[in-house]
């Protein structure tokens, strides 16, 4: 749309500057005139001024911000790559028959003409994502760190599991997928009293379980928090090493017997401090939908911005509330 607009707005100064134009009696110069009337120049720049300027202005004045702030790299051309592509896919999957080409396509729906300005559009949006985050990661408190790692923040565990998944047919009822639910529950209780009675792991995990690692005794390797599901992980985390869940532990995937194998020391804050500022920050993301604005605004601020249109002014003024209330 950023495209087509300023497009207009060079029309507009070609139908002023070239040729003959026709004055209206109050010295305006006119686009249009009519039997009843005329359109001048003036009203047309306000029109569009009113509707389409703001978008356009603040899309303009973050390409030259974050353009100088963010120079283009191997990740940004990727995922501009993997955009367009993805665009293009669209069309040939779903709309070649609406568009008779794939520039018309992109000019529906995105109000650019060439494949190189939806790569412009693109790249605004992976600039305008680091600006974000960066906003995020700078607002993470040196508390709300330390807190973090001492609370959350844990060595390394390494594990076995069973996996007794809950199996149905497509188009169960309720009471059907309880059932298999129960009977899920039951076999993983069994293979516990098995473990009870001195039964190896390794093979009861090979015997019985539904997941990959099975093959190999039901070995997991190394994982960490984020790593698995929260119900594996806080599970795991309560063992003792050399341990195994004396209960079956429920999740997404069915229900888990864990074996704890070994846990590693706690890594050390610096270690882990650039991690734990990420996590913090997507937090802060999730948390606020008006934190990804307020980001632009902020940056925007500490590139002087000023707007000496008073009319434009007055309706960034606007969107600033809108966006941040």
Known sequence: MKKLIVSMLVMLLLITSCGKVPV?????????????????????????????????????????IL?????????EVSYIDGMVDQVQMYYDYYYNTQYSSFEMFV?????????????EIFA??????????????????????????????VGNIEASHILITVDYEDGATEEEKTQA????????????????????????????SKDGSAS????????????VV????????????????????KSEFGYHIILKTNQKEKPTLESVKDEIIEILAEEKLNDDDTLSYKALIELRKDNGL????????????NYVYNVTN
């Open 230 to 249: 929260d119900e594996f992980f806080e599970a795991a985390l309560a063992l003792n090493v050399g341990e195994y869940s004396k209960e079956p532990v």
């Open 107 to 119: 000019q529906s729906q995105y109000g650019v003409s060439s494949t190189e300005e939806l790569r």
């Open 67 to 75: 353009n100088e702030k963010y120079p283009e790299t191997e990740e």
């Open 124 to 153: 605004l949006d992976y600039k305008r994502n680091q600006a974000i985050e960066d906003y995020a990661k700078s607002i993470v408190s040196e508390s709300e760190i330390n807190k973090y790692y001492e609370d959350e923040t």
């Open 181 to 208: 639910d129960e009977k899920a529950k039951e076999t993983a209780k069994e293979i516990i009293a098995k473990l009870n009675n001195g039964e190896d792991f390794a093979t009861l995990a090979k015997e019985y």
């Open 306 to 317: 000023t707007i000496e249109d008073k009319d434009l002014e007055k309706q960034y003024e």
């Open 24 to 64: 209206l009696s109050n010295g305006e110069e006119a686009v249009i005139t009519l039997d009843d009337g005329a359109i001048s120049v003036d009203d047309l720049y306000q029109e569009m001024k009113n509707k389409y300027a703001l978008s356009v202005l603040i899309d303009m004045m973050d390409e030259k």
């Open 216 to 227: 190999n005794g039901g070995a997991l390797g190394e994982f960490n928090r984020d790593d």
